[in-house]
């Protein structure tokens, strides 16, 4: 899978549980000003584990501030991402 493949899946996870445009999630987006909240990332980050059938550590977890993030964090764990 690539990143680009990575990236648009985590969109689809992402708007599934938040309503936000798809154009306002891009790498530089940070999150928060996206307003996904604690909560939201928890969420999002139990669909992203549960679609690629990864575990992301909580200090990793932690380490999400942007959407970029968000994809690094899944690269690293699904084979062929890199």
């Known amino acids: ?8 899946t985590l969109i689809t996870l ?4 938040k309503d936000i445009a798809e154009n306002l999630l891009t790498p530089d987006t940070v999150l928060a000003d996206a307003g996904i909240d604690s909560l939201d990332s ?3 980050l139990f669909a992203i584990e549960e679609h690629f059938k990864i575990s992301i550590s909580d200090t990793r977890a932690r380490a999400i501030r942007t959407f970029g993030d968000m994809i690094d964090a899944v690269a690293e764990l699904v084979p062929a991402a890199q």
Do not use: F, G, H, P
């Open 14 to 17: 992402v708007r599934k549980e």
């Open 42 to 44: 928890l969420t999002i």
């Open 1 to 8: 899978m690539t990143r680009s493949e990575i990236a648009q």
